[in-house]
C-alpha cells in the first residue's frame, strides 16, 4: 500500500480543491476533462433547486463528459450550511476525483455556536494501489465482487500504521486552547468509520449540512457519503495527540480492519506519539454505533430551515422498499463464474440506459425507463431472519419511482438478510429527507409508526440503514426533477442499488423543471 499508483485526480490534487462558499450563492464550475474516458461531477447533498440538469450523475441526470471536452456546471445552493461535498459520479472514479464544499453563513448570519479560532477539513478515504475505473470494470466483467482496499487514507495520507514512511501522515496544527471546527467527509468506497482524536472530545454541531442539537462524543461513526461538522478544543496538555480512523461493519463480510492515523499536533510540541494508545470501538460493535447515531436531532435555530414534517394525516405516497445483494447469470467472454453479483431495490436491479432519464423524460423519448418502480416488494418473508428455502427473483430494468409535485412521501427502507446483509447508507440526490425513525428485525406498518420522531427529526441525505432493521423518512416532493436515489456502498450500485425518483412538475413555472440548457454534454446515441 506505500506504491505510487496513477490516478485521475482534479488540478493534480487528492484529495481535489475545496469550493469554498456562502449560503444561497449560485456557483459556476467549469470541468475540463484531460483524461482518458469520460466521467461527470456530483455536488452532494446539494438541492439544486428546479435544477436537475446540473445535478451529475451520470446517466440519470447527464451524459459523460467526454475526453478533450468540457463543462460548466451551474450550482444554486439554497437552505445547506456546513459541510458538503462534490465528486465524480461515473463508475467507481470518485475514489480519486472527489473534494469539499465548505458552506460558510451568510452575510449578517452567524454560527449557532461560538465562532471556531480555525477549521480543517478532514476526508476519510478507501486507497486501492490500482486505478478505480480499471479494478471495477475487471470485477464487473469476471462476475466477481472487487478487491478489498489495501489502505484507508484521510486527507489523501496513509499514517504510520502501514510501515509507509513518515512523510505520509497527516498532521494539523493547533494553538493551546483554541477551539475549531472539523469539516470531516466520509468519501471511503464501502465502508462506514469511526472516528476519534485521542484524549479529546468531539462536539456533533451539524450533519449533512444541517445543525443539529449539539452533542458531545469520544468518537463518529460516520458512513459513506455523509458529512459532519465538529468542534474540537486543544485543551490538553501540549504535545501530539493521534488522530484515527477505522472501519465500522455488521456485515457476514465485512470490510479489511484497518486503522489509519493523523496527528492534532499542538503549536512548538516535538516528540513522539505512541500507536498503543490509540482507542476505537471494535468494527463489530453494534452497540457503539447505536449510541452514536441514535444522539443526532435536529435543533430549532434560526440558522435551519423551520421543521416541517409531514404528519400522518400529510402522507398521500408511501413507498416500502427492500435491499438485498443477489446473483444474476453472468453471460459475458470475461466470466469466472456461472452467477455474478448484482443488487437491488424491491427485487429491481437498476440497469443504466444509454442516454439520461432526465433528457427522457423531459423529451417525451420512449423506451428509455419505465414509470413503475415497485411501491411494495414483490412478496414478504422474515427479511432479516432465517432465509432457508427462500428463493427471490430478480429482474434488471429502469425503472422509476414517479410522484406528483407537493405529495408528502414516506419510504420506508427495509435490509434483508439476502447476500451477506449489513447495512446500506441510502443517499437521495435533489433533496434533504426527515429521518423519522429506525428499528430492527422486520418493519411492522401497524405499530413501528408509533414509534417514529415527528419532533426533532434530523434532516439528512444519506441515511444508514442498519442490517438487520429499517429506517423511515418522509419529506415533501417539492423539488421537480429526476433525481437518483442508491446505496452509498460502490460495490452495491455498480450491482443495481439504485433507482430514479421522478417529482413531476407543479402547475406553474416556479413548481417546474428549469429549461434544458443547450450545453448539456452529448450522449454518444442521440
Known sequence: MCNTSTLLVVNNSYPGPEIRVHRGDTVFVNVHNRGKYGFTIHWHGVKQPRNPWFDGPEFITQCPIRPRTNFTYKIILSEEIGTLWWHAHSDWTRGSVHGAIVILPAENETYPFPTPDGEQTIILESWYNGNFKKIIDKALAAGTPPPQPDAYAINGHLGDTYGCPTDTIFRMEVDYEKTYLLRIINAAMNEQQFFTIMNHTLTVVAVDASYVRRFKSDYILISPGQTMDVLVSANRNAGQYYMATRPSSDSDVPPVDFITTGIFQYTNFVGGSNASLITLPAMNNTDAMLNFISRIRNTNVTQNPPINVPVDTDINRRVFITLAVNDLPCKNSKCVVSDGFAASLNNVSFVYPHIDVLQAYYRNIRGVFAENFPFLPPEFYDFTGNLTGVVSAVEVGTRAICVNYGDAVEIVLQ????????????????????????????????????????????????????????????????????????????????????????????????????????????????
Request: proline share 8%; net charge neutral; charged share 10%.
Open 415 to 526: 435490509s434483508t438478510q439476502m447476500g451477506a446483509g449489513g447495512s446500506h447508507p441510502i443517499h437521495l440526490h435533489g433533496y434533504s429527507f426527515y429521518w423519522v425513525g429506525a428499528g430492527f428485525g422486520n418493519f411492522n406498518g401497524e405499530t413501528d409508526p408509533s414509534t417514529y420522531n415527528l419532533v426533532d427529526p434530523p434532516l439528512m441525505n444519506t441515511i444508514d440503514v442498519p442490517g438487520t432493521g429499517w429506517v423511515a423518512i418522509r419529506f415533501f416532493a417539492n423539488n421537480p426533477g429526476v433525481w437518483y436515489m442508491h446505496c452509498h456502498f460502490e460495490r452495491h450500485t455498480s450491482w443495481g442499488m439504485s433507482t430514479v425518483l421522478i417529482v413531476r412538475n407543479g402547475s406553474t413555472i416556479e413548481t417546474s423543471i428549469r429549461p434544458r440548457p443547450s450545453t448539456m454534454p452529448r450522449c454518444h446515441r442521440t
